[in-house]
C-alpha cells in the first residue's frame, strides 16, 4: 500500500505523490536558537525525523532542509539582555540544540540553514514582491506584505508571535516582511543593509527565502514536495510563508503536501516542577534516560494527536524500552545461520505491518505494536529452543533503524563468584568498564548475602550505592539477581 498522509491544506488524507518520482524536498521549521529547544519542540522535530526515515527506508532520494531562525524578536531580545552580539548569543544554542537532537537520534538534515547567512536571498525576495506591488513600505521604514486573504489557505488557531511583534501594522492582515533597523537592532549587530532601507528580516519571510535558495540551488525547483512543523505554526506563519512565497513565484503552491505536528503537554511532572514546566532533552539525559524511551513515548501517540508528559507514561516507556533492548540482546545472542519457522512467520508479519502502519500517515503507535508483537513472538520461539537466523536480525534493525526506541542496555548476571573479593570493596568505582562491571557485581553479591542474613537496611543502602553509579539492581523471580546498567547512545 502506497503512502498517504494527511496534508492540513486540503484536510484530508491524500496520496503522496512528490513533483519527481524517487525524490522528495522536506522543509522543516527549525528551532528559534534563543534558549534550549524544549522537549515539545523535539516532538515536533521527532515526528519529521520518523518521516524521513520512512521516505527513506520507502526507497526516495530525500533533500531535508531545517532552518535555524537565528534572527527574531526573541534572538534580539535575548543577546540585548546578556549584553552579547547576536551571532554570539546563539552559537552555544546552536551547539546545544544539535547535541540534543544527536542525544534523540535525530538523523542529520541535508542543510541547516542559518537565517543570517541568507540575507542576501530575503533582500533579492523583498525587491521582488516590492516590484509585483504585492508589498509596501511603511511609514515605520518597514516592509509590508499587502495581504489579500483570498490566496490564504491555511486557517486555524493562532500565535503569539503575531502579539509579540513591537512594530506597528496599518493593517492587522499585513504581515512584515523586512523590519526597519531599530537602534537595539544595530546594537547586538542584527542589521542589514537593503535597497529598501536598512533592517532585518521577519521570521515568516527566512523561511520562504531559505526554502526557494536551497531547493532552486539542489534541484531546480521552486516548490517543496512536504512542509512539516508544529500545530502552532499554521497561522501566521504557514499562511504567510505561502502567500509570500506563491506571490514571488507565481506558482500556486509553495509545498504541495502540509504536515503538521500537535502539541506536547507537561503534566504533574516532577520535571515541570523544577524547570518550571521547560524540560529539556538534556534533563532528560542527565536523569539518564536512554533516548530510545523517549522516542517510544512520543511514538506511542499519533503524531496529530495531543500528548501529555508525566512521569508515569516516562517511567512506562523506559521500561517498555528496556524490554526491547533486552529483547535485543536475546536476538543477538542466539543468532543462528538459519531462521526457525516461527521467526521467519514472525519477522514477515512484523516487515508488513510496520509498513502498512507507516504508510496510513505515519501510524507510528501500530507500528510500535508491531515491534512488541515481534518481541513477545520471538520470546515464546527462544523459549522454545528455536532461533532467530539473518532474517529475523535483518528485519529487527531495519525496523529499529526506522523507530530507534530500543534502549541500549547491558546486562550483568550474577553468576559464579564475583571477580572482586567482596571483603575488599569500597564505594569508590574503578574508571574503566571491565572493572566498573565487577563492581558493580560485587555488590550486588555483597547485597544478596545482607538480603540472605534479612539486613534490609543494609540491601537498601547498597541498592542506593548502585544507583548511584548508574546502575540498577533487580531480583528475578527465579531467584536470581541482575545488576542492569542504563547507557545513553551517542551516535545518532
Ligand atoms: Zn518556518
Not at 12 to 31: A, I, K, N
Request: hydrophobic share 40%; charged share 30%; net charge negative.
Amino acid at each position: 500500500m502506497p503512502l498517504r498522509l494527511f496534508n492540513t491544506l486540503t484536510r484530508q488524507v491524500e496520496l503522496f505523490q512528490p513533483l519527481q518520482p524517487g525524490r522528495v524536498s522536506l522543509y522543516t521549521c527549525g528551532p528559534t536558537v534563543y534558549n534550549y529547544a524544549h522537549i515539545g519542540n523535539f516532538r515536533t522535530f521527532l515526528f519529521e525525523d520518523l518521516l524521513r526515515r520512512w521516505l527513506e527506508a520507502s526507497g526516495y532520494d530525500v533533500f531535508q532542509i531545517m532552518n535555524l531562525t537565528d534572527v527574531d524578536d526573541r534572538t534580539i531580545a535575548a543577546a540585548r539582555e546578556k549584553g552579547v552580539s547576536l551571532r554570539d548569543h546563539v552559537q552555544h544554542f546552536i551547539d546545544a540544540f544539535h547535541e540534543d537532537r544527536q542525544y534523540l537520534r535525530i538523523k542529520d538534515a541535508s542543510a541547516y540553514p542559518r537565517a543570517t547567512d541568507y540575507i542576501r536571498p530575503m533582500v533579492v525576495l523583498v525587491e521582488g514582491l516590492l516590484k509585483k506591488g504585492v508589498a509596501y513600505t511603511g511609514e515605520d521604514g518597514s516592509v509590508y506584505f499587502l495581504s489579500r486573504i483570498e490566496t490564504r489557505e491555511l486557517k486555524t488557531g493562532a500565535s503569539a508571535r503575531v502579539s509579540s511583534d513591537e512594530y506597528p501594522k496599518e493593517d492587522a492582515r499585513d504581515f512584515a516582511l523586512w523590519k526597519a533597523a531599530r537602534p537595539e537592532d544595530e546594537q547586538v549587530g542584527a542589521a542589514w543593509d537593503a535597497p529598501f532601507g536598512r533592517g532585518r528580516p521577519g521570521w515568516h519571510l527566512e523561511c520562504s527565502a531559505m526554502a526557494l535558495a536551497l531547493i532552486g540551488g539542489h534541484w531546480g525547483t521552486d516548490v517543496l514536495d512536504i512542509h512539516a512543523g508544529g500545530v502552532d505554526l499554521i497561522f501566521p506563519h504557514h499562511e504567510d510563508e505561502i502567500a509570500q512565497s506563491c506571490a514571488y513565484t507565481g506558482r500556486n503552491e509553495f509545498a504541495r503536501y502540509w504536515l503538521h505536528g500537535e502539541f506536547l503537554n507537561i503534566r504533574g511532572t516532577k520535571m515541570s516542577k523544577r524547570f518550571g514546566n521547560i524540560t529539556t532533552p538534556r534533563d532528560l539525559r542527565e536523569d539518564g534516560v536512554d533516548a530510545g524511551a523517549i522516542r517510544l513515548l512520543m511514538f506511542q501517540t499519533h503524531y496529530r494527536q495531543k500528548l501529555d508528559l508525566t512521569d508515569e507514561a516516562l517511567a512506562g516507556a523506559r521500561e517498555a524500552s528496556r524490554r526491547l533492548g533486552e529483547f535485543q540482546n536475546r536476538l543477538l545472542e542466539s543468532r543462528a545461520e538459519l531462521d526457525s519457522p516461527s521467526f521467519l512467520a514472525a519477522a514477515g508479519r512484523l516487515e508488513q505491518d510496520l509498513r502498512d502502519a507507516l504508510d496510513d500517515d505515519l501510524n507510528a503507535p501500530r507500528g510500535v505494536a508491531a515491534v512488541f508483537a515481534y518481541m513477545n513472538e520471538g520470546h515464546a520461539a527462544m523459549d522454545a529452543g528455536e532461533r532467530p537466523g539473518p532474517r529475523a536480525w535483518a528485519v529487527w534493525e531495519r525496523t529499529e533503524d526506522i523507530l530507534r526506541i530500543t534502549s541500549e542496555i547491558r546486562a550483568v548476571r550474577i553468576t559464579g563468584k564475583a571477580e572482586i573479593e567482596v571483603e575488599d570493596l569500597t564505594e569508590n568505582i574503578p574508571a574503566d568498564t571491565a572493572g566498573a562491571e565487577a563492581w558493580a557485581r560485587a555488590w550486588a553479591v555483597r547485597r544478596k548475602q545482607a538480603k540472605s542474613e534479612r539486613n534490609f537496611a543494609e540491601a537498601d543502602r547498597i541498592r542506593g550505592v548502585l544507583k548511584g553509579a548508574g546502575w540498577e539492581v533487580r531480583d528475578n523471580r527465579d531467584g536470581s539477581v541482575e545488576v542492569v546498567r542504563m547507557t545513553v547512545a551517542k551516535e545518532g
